[in-house]
């Protein structure tokens, strides 16, 4: 099992790692046993959910986790004066002797639940932190991204990421691609995505292919073959549907371009409408050229309108369409209709207070570039360390760590749904369904509550044990993902106000942070 | 030449690119002479400048472009009904007849300038699309990103590039860390940019180091090897120091984990100081392990801050440094002091505003991410076919393209600064120095200026002829960079409302665009 991107190596990380890894062997201390855990502390784009994914590049990451020859010739440059013994063990290291526990990929999560709990050699543990954390980040971000766009849209319409040419270069586009459809697209644009994952792949043409025919002496070849193998004077017949139909403003490049486009995809005829004039000559050369197709035998797919007033737009040419149904006794009332064009999540819920008639949605720029939030802060914070607990102190109460081992369980509700996940001290009993638990919030004494649940669903998992635990694919975990979303409680899950979900600690890992922190913090002394 | 990363290949495109291939060979037009724009319409972040990064990859890109067996295999399979004809012809073409015309990599360049001119074959030509735009788009806002930082730091601080855990994956990462450099920053801390590019790699600890000790006795090592080669009992000085200089409240934890540290590295010791309290634990710690090491012959390198009032933290350690230069008379009043955590343009111009005694600067999120404007948005837009000059009409005169064959050339004028660059039609007489120019904006028939310019420089140059050009190193485009950012006026540079440097054409230029949009656009009926 090899990263996806040959790029991801042990030199994939902050250099800081090195020389730590470097003082950590220095000190003896390279080996002692230690736990981190890799989570955020905040829901990205002011929601109150995250999708956890990029799990199965962590795992392919650990397995390759090696340093060779070169790559430690390398690093004795840029690190002069290291001793001899420090290459050599570094050149032996691998992730035999880490164990992972992680929530399944796909999962929705909150804040403070470890996303990745990591442990082993101090060393080797520090070590990996900055891939880990590169290859969780932008996943979770952009597959959460991805599931907020499918809420605004709505389950019955067609999602399609076309954000290759505006993602951080080649694989921030092929990552986005992968962790939109986990986040419930339905097909990229990015014909590597497909290639390498299965993801369904989609487009039809570009203003370039309908500008680059000026008439219709353009066109090489006018006939079609129809669906019965009989050849038909196709020009002609989009021609006469044109004239019968009264479009007279349409552009003749134009209809060149899509003869010349149906000739090529005959049963998937979709028109790019708006190069000149989407209802003056779009929609109509698409219906004349739809008409001629019709008459072959050939069902035509629809139209993308790319500018515009989108709803209104929609709603004209559904207007058309009908029209023309109506008058020919073809099928084109369902026609397609989709429609790209700097959509965001905002534009999406706009869309469907007006009133639209679209289908299929194309998205790009905002979705991988998660404009609204373009990182999402997830740590990776040293929690125990041989066998001792580790408290990261800060002034700001949020910024503070849950020390320990941990382990976490989501609580469903009487009315099935969960109701909140809570952490509790590793080997602490477990929460069972029908026994009631003190839930805590994790810092605020005044905020507690009873919760009696009718079910509890571990959330960690071994996924990692010296060697990886097989994982589902990627189909099963973007089901995993739309079955979740219709299982939450949809208040935590709009756009507006939503509300938050409770992530809680025990009564015993409460007072355990807290006599920590009391023990750990300096008091001040007012000078 | 192959690309950096193995990801980047002929099916990292959109989807669309392929079916219009096809649609292309089916009309016998794939063959036909096009010419292709790439070019961008606004400046990002709200400024009046770009850097144009990420040639060096689109010539990779252009060698390595070939379609092997087992890519087509994969088309096949996604493109079900094309003609046995079409999956020949893609097996057999490369980019032997695309020549392409560039600005250099590390150009300031302006909207509506093309960044390359593509021409070769249409179906080929239209191929690269998605792919030159991902490999230009990204890398020229982040480099952008960078200069701004640059300028917003001054010259003569230092500026480190912390992204990769919050980029869009690994080469997201890594595209970030190679263009930062180039657009001004002095080093990295991703380990694998330096060795891939040779950029300087920069980093010492993180929270974890510091807390992973509890106390001294987790010090296994309690001596150092001074500059003499005399053992030293080095906790014994720490502690001594420490002692005398009243630090009582420091963390003891700390000071083991700073003592391991410089153990490690006694010439590059720098000093993580906020894990407990900055100036009550972090600095006083730091000093006492600094004044150890100064009596073992070494000089410590200084502090990092990473939380508080960055302003005001280091304005105090840097006092503390003077009182402690003074007492003891060592040399540590410029010790360096450096700070992370959450910088972006503002905050760097702020931190100016308040006086600060900060000499290097670690960037992440804002920088790679590009918060301000996560995407530019560059375009790629056919200009000529079979020798006609084509446009982009569209409502938004912003959004018009300028047609045809073109030539750009940078004004100089009389204070020896870029005053205009100007758009001339491809063979038109060019610009001479000395000669007065009438400079038109393109669609704005009020905006027009003489200018008589002292020098001109041409902005394109070949840089594939069936075969890449020779490119400068990343060295000298990175001093290319600066060099323009110091030969521009500053008013185009600063941050709050910058002037806009002027993009114009030529009077033939203009009557050309104006013309050719006469006769394309159709006149609306109104009815």
Known sequence: MKPTNTLVSPLLTDFYQLTM???????GRHEVPAVFDLFFRKNPFGGEFTVFAGLEEVLRFLSSFHFDVEQIEYLRGVMPGCEE????????????????????????????????????????????????????????LVATNAARFRIAAGRDKRLLEFGLRRAQGPDGGLSASRYCYIGGFDATSNVLAGRLFGIPVAGTQAHAFVSSFTSLNDLRETTLVDARGKRRDFLGLAQEYRHALGYRQSNEGELAAFIAYAQAFPRGFLALVDTYDTLKSGVPNFL????????????PVGIRLDSGDLAFLSREARRMFRAVSERYRVDFERLTIAASNDLNEQTLLSLNQQGHEIDVFGIGTHLVTCQAQPALGCVYKLVEIDGQPRIKLSQDMDKMTIPGRKEAYRLIGASGNPVV?????????????????????????????????????????????????????????????????ASMRQDHLRSLNPSPYKVSVSEKLYGFVHSLWMSEAPIAEIE
């Open 421 to 485: 996940d809570l952490l509790i001290q590793a080997g602490e009993e477990k929460p069972r369904p029908g026994q009631r638990v003190l839930c805590r919030h994790p810092f605020d004494e005044a905020k507690r509550a009873y919760v009696t649940p009718t079910a509890i669903v571990p959330l960690h998992r071994p996924v990692w044990r010296g060697r990886p635990v097989p994982q589902p694919s990627l189909n099963e975990i973007r089901a995993y993902v739309l079955e979740q979303l």
């Open 85 to 140: 013994g420090f290459w050599d063990w570094l050149g032996s290291i691998d992730c035999s002797a880490i164990s992972v526990q992680a929530v399944p990929e796909g999962t929705i999560v909150f804040p403070r639940i470890p996303l990745l709990i990591v442990e082993g050699p101090l060393a080797i543990a520090q070590l990996l932190e900055t891939t880990l954390l590169t290859l969780v980040n932008y996943p979770s």
């Open 288 to 299: 004349a050229v739809a008409l001629a197709l019709a008459e072959c035998g050939y069902q």
């Open 21 to 27: 890894a470097y003082a950590y062997w220095k000190s």
